[in-house]
């Protein structure tokens, strides 16, 4: 099916910004929605942001509502997010993957998973 790879973390300083890239070098994705998954050291995996691949609808965890945008480019096959206004708490692995049905609000709704990217904010 879809091969996801991930790219644009590094590191970057409190209220900074990052712009992550998710390519799919696989299959056209034809599902319901793509999206931004992360993992803290230590912490479970938890949804961060979603975007409907066909109507381009998004959804978004509270904490990073206002200050992350998720976006498509369909046709390159390619998913984006803008991080804005960073702080120590959004440290973590972000990592892309695909959702086939609704609500694809939580972990559970997504499979494919990308390798990961890091992303380091320091105060």
């Known amino acids: 099916q879809v091969q996801l790879a991930e790219s644009g973390g590094g590191l970057v300083q409190i209220g900074g910004s990052l712009r992550l890239s998710c390519a799919n070098s696989g299959r056209p994705f034809r599902g319901y929605a793509m999206g931004w998954l992360r993992q803290a050291p230590g912490k479970e995996r938890e949804f961060v942001a979603a975007i409907s691949w066909s109507s381009g609808n998004t959804y978004y965890e509270e904490s990073v509502k206002g200050r992350f945008t998720i976006s498509r480019d369909y046709a390159k096959n390619t998913m984006f997010l803008q991080m804005n206004n960073l702080k120590p708490e959004d440290t973590a692995v972000y990592y892309c993957?695909?959702?086939?049905?609704?609500?694809?609000?939580?972990?559970?709704?997504?499979?494919?998973w990308g390798q990961g990217t890091q992303v380091t904010v320091s105060a």
């Open positions: 993957a695909v959702a086939f049905g609704p609500p694809a609000t939580m972990t559970g709704d997504y499979e494919s």
